[in-house]
């Protein structure tokens, strides 16, 4: 399977879950916070420098109009610095093999470069269930967690409202949407394993 494929998702939905069980059975590179790392790393930086940005930036610090007229050091806004910085890296890791990348606005990286990718989105109508996987991977509290798997998904909608202008969840920037809570992840893996092949023949 040689593809790219990029995996946005709800807070709790278990798209990283998918992302990565889809990764291992096929070959692919995966790509999560690990292209913030990288594009620290290839400029010098310590390797949280990036992260750290990025989670201001989700929560949202400086995404409004007025902060890409806030120019850093070198004359180039902050927002602009980290979308950079992600854009170069993902292109480069599309283009060099087959790979899968969790968020970060790849899809419209690789639409901008012109290069060819399926976009999914993951999501669950299943709260309770939302809620566990919050409890048990990010170690909320279990009072807390309906309200942190709010906050987290208005940050990625902010973030992907900002940096490519289009609604989080909005079914038609997406080639496939998969209900995790209905098709469990191994359903969505084999489902976007189709979707692939069938994209390949087309």
Do not use: W
């Amino acid at each position: 399977m040689h593809s790219v494929i990029v995996i946005n998702r709800e807070f709790g939905s278990g798209g990283r879950e998918v992302g990565r069980r889809l990764c291992e059975q096929d070959g692919l590179e995966f790509y999560d916070t690990r292209i913030l790392q990288l594009a620290a790393s290839r400029r010098g930086l310590p390797p949280d420098a990036l992260e750290a940005l990025d989670e201001r930036l989700g929560a949202g610090q400086f995404l409004d109009m007025s902060a890409m007229g806030a120019p850093t050091a070198g004359g180039i806004s902050v927002p602009a610095v980290l979308y950079s910085a992600i854009a170069e890296e993902v292109v480069g890791a599309a283009r060099s093999g087959p790979a899968l990348f969790i968020g970060r606005c790849a899809d419209r990286i690789l639409r901008d470069a012109g290069l060819p990718f399926l976009s999914v989105f993951v999501f669950s109508t299943n709260n309770a269930q939302k809620a566990a996987r919050a409890i048990r991977v990010d170690g909320v509290e279990p009072r807390d967690a309906a309200r942190y798997i709010a906050k987290m998904d208005r940050a990625r909608a902010r973030y992907q409202q900002f940096f490519t202008g289009t609604r989080f969840g909005d079914y038609r920037e997406y080639d496939l949407c998969l209900n995790s809570a209905r098709l469990g992840y191994a359903g969505c893996v084999q489902l976007i394993r189709a979707a692939v092949a069938a994209a390949d023949r087309h």
